[in-house]
């Protein structure tokens, strides 16, 4: 089986006390902090990431056969603070997506069991990065 590799990384930037944002080698920014305010907390943009790579995947696939009329995926957890240290779990993908009547609704709605499946299993990045034995480097410099 061919192994294709796809270098990715970001900087995290502190703006304020309790606040950084992350950046992309594309320039994007995205701003979070502790929680004591409007901005996400590390934890829920792990929740945002896992709900944002299944949602493309589904999307990408299901709006080929009718765009849908409502798609909403909701991501919940149980953060855990336990001899293990502090972890989620019970992590649970919720899928909320309508599509219009008619054939390509029709379509939609009979593809989608199988492609949320297939997002779980094998597509979504973040998902399976999550589930599998994936160790965290750490280098001081």
């Known amino acids: 089986m061919a192994i294709d590799?796809?270098?990715r990384s970001l900087s995290v930037e502190r703006t304020a006390p309790g606040r950084?944002?992350?950046?992309?080698?594309?320039?994007?920014?995205?701003?979070?902090?502790?929680?004591?305010?409007?901005?996400?907390?590390?934890?829920?943009?792990l929740l945002v990431a896992i709900g944002g790579c299944t949602a493309i995947d589904v999307d990408m696939l299901t709006s080929r056969r009718a765009e849908p009329e409502s798609f909403d995926i909701v991501v919940a957890a149980d953060k855990v603070r336990d001899e293990g240290g502090n972890h989620m779990t019970n992590i649970e993908v919720t899928y909320r997506i309508t599509f219009p009547d008619g054939a390509g609704g029709d379509q939609a709605r009979a593809i989608l069991p199988d492609v949320v499946r297939k997002s779980h299993d094998r597509?979504?990045?973040?998902?399976?990065?999550?589930?599998?034995?994936?160790?965290?480097?750490?280098?001081?410099?």
């Open 123 to 141: 597509l979504c990045t973040v998902s399976r990065t999550v589930e599998l034995p994936t160790p965290v480097a750490t280098r001081i410099e």
């Open 20 to 45: 950084f944002a992350a950046v992309n080698s594309r320039g994007g920014r995205i701003s979070f902090g502790t929680g004591s305010d409007e901005d996400f907390t590390p934890t829920e943009l």
């Open 5 to 7: 590799v796809t270098h």
